[in-house]
C-alpha cells in the first residue's frame, strides 16, 4: 500500500483545496498518470500518481481544504487485498489529522515538527513567535434579518476568493500594517514615452505605460533601502540579495494574482516592460504555476487605471512591504521660476507604501518613497529609451 499526499506546491503554501479527483476507488492508475487537480495560492494544478496499482481509498473529498502533507489517497498493487489497517475512507473527515509541514512560512526555517489541525479550520502560521490566532475560525458576523424581496443574489466565496481572504486576513492579523504616501511628478517619464510611442507600438504592439518606469525606480530604491526588499521571519528582517518583483494581475474582478519577475534589478526599461507584460498576460491566461506566484520579495500593484487618489493594500507576509501607484492626472503645482514659484500643470499622481511596522519605521519607508519620486522625476528616462528608436522590429530581426 501507498498513500498519496497533498504536496508542497510553494515555498509559501500551507495547504491546499482539492477541486477534482481523476480517478476513482477501484480503477488502475500509472506512475505519472494525473490522479486529481489541486487549487493552491489560487492556480490550478494537477497532481499525478507516484505509485502504479489500484486507487483503494479516496481520504479527502472535492472541495476540501487541507494543509501540506495530509494524505489524500490510497493506492495497492493490483493483487494485494485491502488490509483492515487502511486508513477510513471520506466518512472520517470530522477527524483531526495530523499534518508535517516546514515551520516557516516564508521556507526559510528547517525544522520540521507535526502539528494538530482540525478540518476546515484556518491554518497555523509556520515558524510563528507569537500566539497562534488563525487556528481558530473566525467568528461570523451576525446580519440583520432579510425579507427575500430584499436579497439580488448570494454569491458563495470561489476558491480564489476564499484563498485571497484567509491570506490577506492571516497578514494583516500577524503584521502590524501602516502606510505613507507622496505625490510624484511624472513629467519626465511622459516626455520619454512620448519620444518612443510609436517605436514601442510598432516593435511591441501595445503602449508604453507608466508602469515600468515606476518600477525602474522601485528597484533602485531599493538598491538604496534594501531593508524594504525582504522578509519577516519570526523576530529576523531576513534582506534579499536580489528584487523578484510581485506584479498584482487583476483576473476580470474575479481575483487578483501576483506573478514575480524575478531579478528586477537588472533589468533595464525595455526588458522590465517586457518581463511584467509577460508575467501578467500569461496569469490572465491561467498559464502559471505556483513558481510562477510565489517568492517575491516586493510587490506593486497599480490600481491608477481606474483614476484612484489613494490606496492602501496589504502587506503580504512574509514581505514586509507594497507600493500602490495611483491615477496619473494633469495638475496645478508650484514650479521654480525667476527666483520665486510659478503655475505649471504637470501629470502628478500619488504613490502609497504600505508596510510592515515591525520590520522598518515611518522615516525609513518616506525616505524610500522620496528616493522613488526622485528617480521619476529626475532620472534621464529620454537617454534610457533613446536605443528603442533605433534598434530593429521583431519582424525585421526574423527576416535577417
Known amino acids: 500500500m501507498a498513500r498519496i499526499t497533498m504536496p508542497q506546491l510553494g515555498e509559501t503554501v500551507t495547504e491546499g483545496t482539492v477541486t477534482r479527483w481523476l480517478k476513482r ?3 488502475m492508475v500509472e506512475v505519472d498518470e494525473p490522479l486529481l487537480e489541486v487549487s493552491t495560492d489560487k492556480v490550478d494544478t494537477e497532481i499525478p500518481a507516484a ?20 494524505p489524500l489517497a490510497v493506492i495497492g498493487d493490483a493483487d494485494e487485498r485491502p488490509s483492515a489497517a487502511e486508513p477510513r475512507p471520506l466518512d472520517a473527515h470530522a477527524d483531526r489529522r495530523r499534518a508535517i509541514r516546514p515551520s516557516m512560512e516564508g521556507g526559510l526555517g528547517s525544522t520540521q515538527q ?24 473566525p467568528a461570523r458576523e451576525p446580519i440583520p434579518p432579510l ?16 484563498r485571497t481572504a484567509a491570506h490577506l486576513s492571516a497578514s494583516l492579523r500577524a503584521t502590524a500594517p501602516a502606510m505613507v504616501g507622496i505625490e510624484a511628478d511624472y513629467t519626465a517619464v511622459d516626455t ?8 514601442w507600438q510598432s516593435r511591441h504592439g501595445r503602449s508604453l505605460t507608466r508602469l515600468p518606469f515606476t518600477a525602474r525606480a522601485v528597484c533602485d530604491a531599493l538598491a538604496e533601502f534594501p531593508n524594504l526588499n525582504a522578509w519577516v521571519d519570526g523576530d529576523v528582517v531576513v534582506v534579499h540579495r536580489f528584487v523578484h518583483l510581485g506584479i498584482a494581475v487583476d483576473l476580470d474582478y474575479e481575483g487578483l494574482v501576483v506573478p514575480v519577475v524575478r531579478h528586477a534589478e537588472e533589468m533595464r526599461l525595455e526588458t522590465i516592460a517586457e518581463a511584467m507584460h509577460r508575467v501578467a498576460d500569461a496569469a490572465r491566461r491561467n498559464d502559471v504555476d505556483t513558481h510562477d506566484l510565489s517568492g517575491a520579495t516586493f510587490t506593486i500593484t497599480n490600481a491608477g487605471g481606474y483614476g484612484t487618489a489613494m490606496s492602501v493594500p496589504i502587506v503580504s507576509r512574509p514581505q ?3 507600493l500602490s501607484t495611483d491615477g ?4 496645478p503645482v508650484a514650479v521654480p521660476s525667476g527666483g520665486g514659484y510659478g503655475v505649471a500643470v504637470r501629470p502628478v499622481g500619488n504613490l502609497s507604501l504600505s508596510f510592515d511596522h515591525r520590520a522598518l519605521d515611518g522615516a525609513y519607508a518616506a525616505a524610500f518613497l522620496r528616493h522613488v519620486r526622485a528617480r521619476l522625476a529626475e532620472s534621464d528616462w529620454i537617454t534610457e529609451v533613446a536605443s528603442i528608436g533605433h534598434r530593429a522590429t521583431p519582424a525585421a530581426e526574423a527576416s535577417t
Open 320 to 322: 514586509v512591504a507594497i
Open 192 to 199: 520619454a514615452r512620448a519620444a518612443v510611442s510609436h517605436q
Open 25 to 27: 476507488p477501484g480503477e
Open 328 to 331: 496619473v492626472a494633469m495638475r
Open 147 to 162: 425579507e427575500p424581496t430584499e436579497v439580488a443574489a448570494r454569491i458563495p466565496f470561489s476558491s480564489i476568493r476564499r
Open 114 to 137: 507535526p502539528v494538530i489541525v482540525p478540518e476546515r479550520v484556518a491554518r497555523r502560521a509556520r515558524g510563528a513567535a507569537r500566539p497562534d490566532v488563525s487556528a481558530t475560525p
Open 51 to 70: 505509485h502504479a496499482g489500484v486507487l483503494r481509498r479516496l481520504l479527502v473529498a472535492e472541495g476540501e481544504t487541507v494543509p501540506i502533507g495530509t
